[in-house]
């Protein structure tokens, strides 16, 4: 009988440990509304390719609900949380400024980022339009 007991105890401890072993990946991505926007797997830094936006965006309301103002140092990002703060640093000259996520995109294929006017324009990234950067959470 006391076999039993210590048997049956072993057993259920490690189906539990089987199941928490399982469901561990999944807890490690943060989750809004069934929609997956940030992993503790992402790369604290990522490359790719930085766009901005501005005029015609003017005044419009973002993903956090406040208008947008093209003087504000921000920035659109896809998945990053809103309200996260990152450094984006322009790879062709190496100015760095720290924007916060604003707003969601850019929707254009291969890029990882869309900036405010001022924010590109302080990294001197207007000209080109498109310029190649660094992400980094901070």
């Known amino acids: ?71 504000c140092v921000s920035a659109a990002h896809r998945d990053l949380p809103l309200g996260t703060k990152i450094r984006v640093t322009n790879l062709e000259n190496y100015k760095k400024i720290v924007v916060v996520i604003f707003d969601r995109g850019p929707y254009v294929r291969g890029r990882i980022i869309d900036l405010s006017f001022k924010a590109a324009k302080k990294l001197g990234a207007l000209k080109a339009g498109v310029v190649p950067v660094k992400i980094e959470l901070i």
């Open 1 to 71: 009988m006391k076999n039993t007991k210590i048997l049956l105890f072993l057993i259920v401890s490690l189906i539990c440990l089987v199941i928490l072993s399982i469901t561990a990946e999944s807890r490690a991505n943060i989750e809004r509304s069934g929609q997956k926007i940030f992993s503790l797997k992402t790369p604290k830094a990522v490359r790719g390719w930085a766009s901005w936006y501005g005029p015609g965006f003017q005044g419009k309301k973002m993903a956090n609900g406040k208008r947008y103002d093209m003087y």
